[in-house]
């Protein structure tokens, strides 16, 4: 692997500004120090959950719960469908009689 791979890589672990060559290289761990302290105010635990919105969120999950959007969406691609369908129909008798 390139040395430019890895770095890219690892990257998004450590920040450039704080893990710098010369510290990390050196074999004490007091050069390390900076690092320790910026990981150290990192938040811990798992991500605080979000509220997130949208159409399942609200129409299918929680106490609220209902499939009539879903039967709406049916009823309104039947009911285009057979509209279509009986404008075709009533052009083709306009100039042939069955």
């Known amino acids: 692997m390139q ?13 450039p500004k704080i893990a710098t ?7 004490t761990g007091a050069g390390l120090s900076p690092l320790v302290n910026f ?4 938040p811990k635990g798992p ?6 919105g949208g159409i399942k969120a ?3 999950n929680g106490k609220n719960a209902s499939a009539a ?4 969406t049916i009823l309104g691609i039947f009911t285009l469908g ?4 009986y404008q ?11």
């Open 82 to 85: 057979y509209t279509i369908d």
């Open 47 to 52: 991500a605080p959950t979000t509220a997130s």
């Open 21 to 27: 060559p010369s510290l990390l290289s050196s074999g």
């Open 69 to 72: 959007p879903l039967l709406f």
């Open 3 to 15: 040395p430019t791979l890895i770095r890219r890589q690892l990257g998004g672990l450590v920040p």
């Open 58 to 60: 609200r129409y299918f």
């Open 88 to 98: 075709m129909h009533l052009k083709h008798h306009k100039n042939h009689a069955h």
């Open 39 to 42: 990981y150290s105010k990192l």
